[in-house]
């Protein structure tokens, strides 16, 4: 089992900047991936970005890209995601979700691929909400 713990949300304007931060704990040591989902009010929850654990790939959605740095710490088994940039359409809530590494059933992680569907992660965070007046 993995606990994932998302914080940084919060109130700001456009053009502002922000950093979410999610913790793992559990059995960090078996991540594969990890990566970030927001889901706007009335909206289905859509992709944002993913990182692999074991670095040398991330993937980013086009609508953030640019603006958006996701990024790992593995040693306190913490991503982040830097949005700077940021606009109203970005406002919802932000979700830290985790991939396990299980290459027996994955074939996109024999691949070295990283996922970039929910149903291909494993364990979810709670959510945090950032808000962005225009």
């Known amino acids: 089992q993995v606990q994932l713990v998302e914080s940084g949300g919060g109130l700001l304007q456009a053009g502002g900047s922000l950093r979410l931060s999610c913790a793992a704990s559990?059995?960090?040591?078996?991540?594969?991936?990890m990566g970030w989902f927001r889901q706007a009010p009335g909206k289905e929850r859509e992709f944002v970005a993913v990182?692999?654990?074991?670095?040398?790939?991330?993937y980013y959605a086009d609508s953030v890209k640019g603006r958006f740095t996701i990024s790992s710490d593995n040693a306190k088994s913490t991503v982040y995601l830097q949005m700077n940039s940021l606009r109203p359409e970005d406002t919802a809530v932000y979700y830290c979700?985790?991939?396990?590494?299980?290459?027996?059933?994955?074939?996109?992680?024999?691949?070295?691929?990283?996922?970039?569907?929910?149903?291909?992660?494993?364990?979810w965070g709670q959510g945090t909400q950032v808000t962005v007046s225009s």
């Open positions: 559990g059995r960090p040591f078996s991540l594969y991936a």
């Open positions: 990182t692999r654990w074991s670095g040398g790939l991330s």
């Open positions: 979700a985790a991939d396990m590494s299980d290459s027996s059933r994955s074939s996109y992680q024999r691949a070295g691929a990283v996922p970039r569907v929910d149903a291909q992660f494993d364990y």
